[in-house]
């Protein structure tokens, strides 16, 4: 297709003669709307033109031209984006060269759905993946946290599944990403997304080694800045996935539930990394953590430890959610009234 | 509010990305603190109303453009900010409302973004529930020109195997998508068990391990004969496993897989259309909670684990909470008479921890008396509604007008409107009252085929049933801070809500007294 060259770029469609036998289409003709938007003269005269083609029905190269000027001006135009799509496969374009365009308006684009979703529709017909988790990579350079672009590399992994190939450097890849930013959540999730949402890998079939392994990578970087929802929740998800009672934890985490203490040893323990010496103490997670593991227990008894530390965080630590661990004491006391 | 120094968000001496922006957006906050611990903030309705008013009659500047596929957006946020700011428009604006929203009606069903654009789910939403505020029965009424038929059929051809939906053709599948077909079907009387099956399913696999939900989850299918009269049905299975959710939990998806999944209640009850997965609850609600940010960021609420405070987010996490209590989690309807019992013998039988006050009645009489600050913390709400409303009064309104994400950005339509349906989820408790939906019930005229009738019937009285809670709003600042109460499945009033179905069923709604005890007297 060709490209939008310097010279038609400032012509208007109803100014160029090639596109003299459309008819443009006014977008309210019989009615004076209420909240009207003020487009640009350009953007007016492409949707009207826009309007036309649809009206025709035709599908033909010019219509490529005039899909991208109106994605070019506003990417969010779901209508434009599946005119072109039709168009694409009615004529039999090349979509590897789509895909390349993509690439431009990927990164300038990056926060609107239809510029990730095109590429869906065309991956799903090329099936070349490979080269996809390169250009996820360079985007998330830009915004590591772009919602599109994580789901898009998950829904990619996840539709190309079998190849295992695909899958092979994708720890590492999660590694790269936590190690710029451990408190990224959109990496944390995609680490058990490719760990244990989406079927077992070739050689990962031990999944209680496979735990042992991610028990103690998530320990390790509570260790470096226990103050961060992300690994906790990681952990929680990892040890209800695989229904593990918290109580393995209680040693790890009880360090993290009081203030530093003077005397430490300099023991290195990969089942029990402390807290860094610059750590904020007591963390909440850390204290959140070791009352689940008494509620877990179902005694009274540890229904009153688990009390008393809920009200600590509910007074002093994590006072925002009072209301919440006023509800876990009484649900908690509610669950043991039998067990007095 | 408390006079306690501030705690900024620990950074553990280890700085990420993540930390310095959290860092640097407190760091702004700061300075929209209340001045002092008593200060009364005014929510400014008529900077607000002025700003709406501006765009609906002068229109959108350039911007906007960015928003052309989404008229029917712009459209509803502002007139719903209309009616939480208790303003209703006049005849003539709102018969060119009518008339607008009807020409983005498709000819083949649904409607789009604009005149001519394709039919769309969240358009539809949109739409329809911007003519749920300014449409009426009978000709140019904008009702009775939907057409109900070809929306059905608009529906049913977007609907995928795995019971999720296509947003449009071609287009993407989410939650907010499913989330706005269900609604849109409630309203106009097009729920069948043909259109939701299996959607129940999708929503539950959405549900990620932190609690929240995600954007869609990915299907597989089971592995079939390749001889058609090998296989037992005329679709494949969608399997249990691998079923990944696409994307993290997010506050946006959490809502309208949550508000999605109330709105199929009357579905899943049933155990011939019960889902075969259900939603994990407890994670879900401390997934909510600890989205509320610290007041440090003033009580807002975030998106996502780890990321900023958003406006926003006090409606689709701050309104989640009501939702929340349809499925007997929190409010005071849904409290155990035993757990609080409990509790109160619990605390007796303990010395010296005054610090929790006395249980049981004692502690209600105690909490209906105002704190220094005027506050009467009556509510028994998981989430700090009071942080919240002080955000959204302190950070979220612009000075010019509109509210905003957080400063010092713009105001926008968009957040101007969950700014203000958040307000509404923090000063009322709206809440699923069974004795509304007996009335709704007995008052309704069956009429058809039994089945079908009785689903109808139950669709109808559950919509319905949210009423607001007599004399336990909480509004801070005072009464003239006051937004009107929101449906928390609909966002349009309970008023409005009410219009619009009891026109499509056909059906009287008995009109809304006094509700007597919200758990019949027992507590």
């Known amino acids: ?122 991956l799903t017909i ?17 915004d590591a946290k772009n919602y599109h672009t994580w789901s898009y590399r998950q829904w990619l992994l996840a539709y190309f599944n079998d190849e295992e190939d695909l899958w092979t450097g994708e720890l590492d890849f999660v590694d790269t990403m936590l190690n710029q930013d451990v408190r990224n959540n959109s990496a944390w999730h995609h680490r058990f997304f490719v760990v244990w949402g989406c079927g077992v890998r070739e050689g990962e079939e031990d999944r209680s080694r496979i735990l042992k392994r991610e028990l103690i990578y998530v320990k390790q970087n509570i260790s470096l800045a226990p103050n961060n929802p992300s690994a906790w929740n990681y952990l929680r998800g990892i040890l209800e996935h695989n229904s593990a009672p918290y109580s393995a934890l209680k040693d790890f985490v009880a360090v993290y539930t009081v203030p530093h203490s003077t005397d430490r ?27 689940d593991i008494y509620e877990q227990e179902c005694t009274r008894e540890a229904a009153l430890k688990a009390t008393e530390l809920w009200r600590s965080l509910a007074n002093e630590h994590d006072t925002i959610r009072k209301k919440y661990w006023e509800h876990r004491i009484r649900d908690a006391l509610e669950a043991t009234k039998d067990d007095v | ?35 002092t611990p008593n200060d009364t903030p005014e929510l400014n309705k008529n900077a607000h109303l002025q700003y709406l008013v501006r765009n609906l009659v002068q229109g959108f500047p350039e911007r906007y453009t960015s928003q052309d596929a989404s008229q029917p957006w712009l459209l509803f946020w502002t007139l719903q900010g209309f009616s939480a700011l208790q ?63 070809k929306l059905y059929s608009f529906f049913m051809s977007v609907k995928q195997p795995d019971g999720s939906f296509l947003v449009a053709k071609h287009m993407e599948v989410d939650v907010r998508g499913i989330y706005c077909l269900l609604n849109t079907a409630t309203l106009l009387d097009l729920l069948t068990p043909e259109l939701v099956k299996g959607t129940a399913d999708f929503l539950a696999s959405c549900q990620t391990y932190e609690g929240g939900f995600a954007s869609a989850s990915h299907p597989s299918y089971e592995v079939r004969p390749p001889r058609p009269e090998y296989r037992t049905s005329s679709k494949p299975r969608v399997l249990a496993s691998p079923r990944p959710a696409l994307g993290e939990a997010h506050g946006g998806y959490t809502f309208c897989a949550l508000a999605g999944w109330v709105l199929l209640l009357p579905f899943t009850a049933s155990s011939d259309t019960a889902p075969t997965l259900s939603l994990r609850l407890k994670p879900l609600l401390r997934w909510l909670t600890s989205m509320q940010c610290t007041r440090a960021s003033l009580g807002g609420f975030r998106g996502r684990t780890n990321k900023l405070v958003d406006g926003c987010y006090s409606w689709w996490c701050g309104g989640s909470f009501a939702l929340l209590e349809a499925l007997g989690v929190g409010g005071i309807q849904n409290a155990s008479l035993r757990a609080v019992e409990e509790e109160e013998r619990v605390l007796k039988d303990e010395e010296g921890k005054k610090e929790m006050g006395r249980g049981g009645r004692e502690k209600e009489k105690e909490k209906r008396k105002a704190d220094e600050d005027g506050w009467v913390d009556v509510d028994d709400s998981l989430y700090d509604q009071k942080a919240l409303q002080e955000y959204l009064l302190y950070a979220g309104q612009h000075p010019a007008g509109g509210l905003r994400d957080k400063p010092p950005k713009n105001a926008d339509a968009y957040h101007t409107l969950y700014c203000l349906s958040g307000l509404s989820a923090a000063q009322h408790h709206v809440f699923p009252s069974k004795a509304r939906q007996k009335e709704i019930e007995d008052a309704w005229v ?33 009464k003239g801070n006051r937004v009107n109460a929101t449906h928390p499945v609909t966002n349009l009033t309970m008023t409005h809500t009410e219009g619009i179905m009891s026109h499509f069923y056909n059906q009287r709604v008995p009109p809304r007294g006094w509700t007597p005890g919200l758990t019949g007297g027992k507590i």
């Open chain 2, 1 to 35: 509010m408390s006079t306690k120094p501030l705690h900024p968000t620990p950074i553990d001496a280890f700085s990420t990305p993540t930390s310095d922006v959290q860092y640097e957006t407190e760091s702004i906050l700061l300075k929209h603190f209340p001045p």
């Open chain 1, 1 to 122: 297709m060709p490209p939008i060259g310097e010279d038609s770029a400032s012509l208007k469609f109803s100014q160029k003669p090639e596109w003299a036998d459309v008819v443009p289409v006014l977008q309210y003709e019989n009615v004076n709307p209420l909240a009207p938007i003020f487009y640009s003269e350009e953007y007016k005269d492409a949707t009207d033109y826009f309007r036309g083609i649809v009206k025709s029905g035709e599908k033909s190269d010019r219509v490529l031209t005039l899909t991208e000027a109106i994605i070019r001006q506003n990417p969010a135009h779901y209508s434009a984006w599946y005119y072109r799509y039709e168009t694409l496969l009615a004529i039999n374009t090349p979509l590897d060269v789509e895909l390349k365009l993509m690439d431009e308006l990927a990164v300038k684009y990056l926060k609107t759905y239809q510029v990730w979703h095109h590429r869906r529709l065309l």
């Open chain 2, 87 to 149: 303003v209703a428009m006049d005849p003539g604006n709102r018969q060119k409302a009518i008339d607008t929203i009807m020409t983005w009606q498709h000819p083949d069903g649904g409607f789009g973004g604009g005149p001519g654009q394709a039919p769309h789910l969240l358009a539809t939403y949109a739409a329809v529930s911007a003519l749920a505020i300014v449409g009426r029965p009978g000709p140019n009424g904008g009702w009775d020109q939907i057409d109900r038929k």
């Open chain 2, 446 to 478: 069956s009429k058809g085929h039994y089945e079908e009738d009785n689903l109808r019937r139950r669709v109808f009285s559950s919509m319905l049933s949210w009423v607001e809670e007599e004399g336990a709003s909480r509004i801070l600042g005072g």
């Open chain 1, 126 to 142: 090329t099936r070349k993946p490979a080269d996809e988790l390169e250009f996820i990579a360079r985007s998330l350079k830009v």
């Open chain 1, 265 to 291: 040893t300099e023991i290195v323990d990969l089942e029990l990394p402390p807290p860094d010496k610059g750590a904020e103490l007591p963390c909440a997670q850390a204290i959140e953590f070791l009352a």
